[in-house]
């Protein structure tokens, strides 16, 4: 990867607005790198029409035709390896992965996750945050490893819970920053500052703490 520029295979399930961040990022000059496929596992995800309007390569695998998760997990990784990715990242892809698959794309994939992990992982993390009375919420962009929402922290986005706040518009300050810390971690990876060694995540061959670089929009 080092000479050139690295391509990059993006997984979605949904709505796509990473995946939008990441191609607005990358149309501004601050993504170098290739954007070579988007793939989804649902046909009907808005996130293909946002990468057919930019001119990536889209891939439908619906997971509904597979008798297994290894099955699935299999074809996915042959389809994602015709395009030679660097890094692959997944942006609201909503499955669980077999630890043969987060083992072949060890250290060259990303995941983004609405929550400041290890808290909240799994689903419904703004109303979780709200329950249990934080005051401090955020998103976490994080290397993938076979542990669900795991993996050595990259970077935090820090964000208030007001006193009035719902679920949804906690996630709505959340989604802000996702757009912000995905595109960033991203540009580290292709600029070859970011890597995955030993379990932790390095920027500029520094080793991160466990939260990650952390941006504090509370200020
Ligand atoms: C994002 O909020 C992302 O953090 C979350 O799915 C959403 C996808 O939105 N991911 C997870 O919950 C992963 N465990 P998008 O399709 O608009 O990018």
């Known amino acids: 990867m080092a000479n050139s520029t690295p ?81 692959v990242i997944l942006a609201g892809f909503m499955r669980i992965l077999t630890e043969g698959f987060t083992q072949h794309y060890s250290g060259r994939m990303l995941n983004i996750h609405p929550s400041l992990l290890p808290k909240y992982q799994g689903l419904h993390t703004h109303q979780r945050a709200l329950d249990a009375g934080d005051d401090c919420h955020g998103v976490t962009v994080h290397f993938v490893t ?3 929402d795991g993996g050595p922290n990259v970077v935090q986005a820090v964000v208030p819970v007001l006193p009035e ?40 061959g520094e080793t991160l703490p466990d939260s990650g670089h952390i941006i504090d929009s509370r200020n």
Not at 19 to 34: K, M, S, V, Y
Not at 165 to 188: F, G, S
């Open 7 to 87: 391509n990059i295979v993006v997984l979605i399930s949904g709505s796509g607005t990473n995946l939008q961040a990441l191609i607005d990022a990358h149309d501004r000059g601050e993504l170098p790198a290739n954007l070579s496929a988007v793939i989804s596992n649902r046909p009907n995800a808005y996130g293909l029409e946002r990468a057919a309007a930019a001119g990536i390569p889209t891939e439908v695998l619906d997971h509904t035709g597979f008798d297994s998760r290894e099955l699935f997990d299999q074809a996915l990784q042959r389809e994602i390896d015709a395009y030679a990715p660097d890094l």
């Open 146 to 148: 076979a542990e669900l």
């Open 165 to 204: 706040d719902t679920a949804e518009t906690l996630a709505k300050r959340v989604q802000v920053q996702e757009h912000v810390i995905y595109p960033l971690a991203a540009r580290w990876f292709s600029e070859g500052r970011l890597r995955m060694a030993q379990g932790r995540s390095l920027l500029d």
